[in-house]
């Protein structure tokens, strides 16, 4: 009953709004269904406020540094980031995690387990120092599961950091919209296959640095162009006059 309810009032919604938002680009695929006309549906993603690039000093460090900074959740997918990190563990690759949650515990296991040496587990930190975590590495890696709900799309924050950092970026992910992809900031592989992300870890650890440099720029200015809050700002203020 309560479900009901809250389709009810969602209903309802769509019926008496001048506008209804999603951070999601295919959100209307869904509300179509319930009551809503394409004039009044709005695409505004989620975005971030652009800082200054915290500066480090990686190019002296003797690895490479995959990274990951959020939530360790099942939705998150890591575990086949840490078995992708086994494939590729006789080369000079780290894979460091940044965050805690629900699965940190299942990943660790996993990790003491297969006896894997190169992955490496680090406890949340403010926000304001995450990007410091950022500038350490020399990519970062985002993976979600094959799931019927990202026919929707995704506006996962922690891609909008990334892409602000400049680093480029392993998206595994099959969604309607992808924007790795989108920004040509790094390489997107399909979900749940470790092969396909080592595979990538491996190519963007032979690439050339000035490349790699390449698509961390890309990125940094997508996210600049589409997902800064100056430039979302404008995009509410628009449905207002």
Do not use: C
């Not at 939530?71 to 990190?85: C, M, S, V």
């Not at 780290?94 to 996993?110: A, D, Q, S, T, V």
């Not at 892409?163 to 970026?169: N, V």
């Amino acid at each position: 009953p309560f479900v009901v309810l809250l389709q009810i009032t969602e209903n309802f919604a769509y019926k008496v709004s001048d506008y209804v938002v999603s951070v999601l680009p295919n959100a209307f695929e869904h509300m179509k269904h319930h009551g809503l006309d394409l004039p009044r549906f709005k695409y505004i993603p989620n975005g971030i406020e652009i800082k200054n690039l915290i500066k480090s000093d990686i190019n002296n460090k003797d690895a490479f540094k995959i990274g990951y900074a959020g939530t360790l959740g099942i939705a998150n997918a890591l575990k086949y980031l840490i078995y992708a990190a086994n494939l590729v563990k006789e080369s000079n690759i780290e894979i460091h995690i940044l965050g805690n949650g629900p699965e940190k515990k299942e990943l660790m296991g996993i990790v003491n387990d297969n006896n894997i040496s190169n992955v490496y587990f680090h406890d949340a930190v403010p926000k304001n120092e995450v990007g410091i975590f950022l500038s350490k590495m020399d990519v970062l890696y985002i993976g979600w599961h094959f799931s019927k709900i990202y026919r929707f799309g995704i506006s996962a924050n922690k891609l909008f950091d990334y892409l602000a950092s400049a680093k480029p970026i392993i998206h595994s992910v099959d969604a309607v919209n992808d924007p790795v992809f989108e920004a040509r900031a790094g390489i997107s592989v399909k979900p749940e296959n470790s092969k396909e992300i080592a595979d990538a870890i491996l190519k963007l650890y032979k690439m050339p640095e000035s490349k790699r440099n390449e698509l961390g720029q890309n990125g940094r200015v997508f996210v600049k162009k589409y997902h800064s809050y100056e430039q979302l700002a404008k995009k509410y203020e628009y449905l207002f006059i």
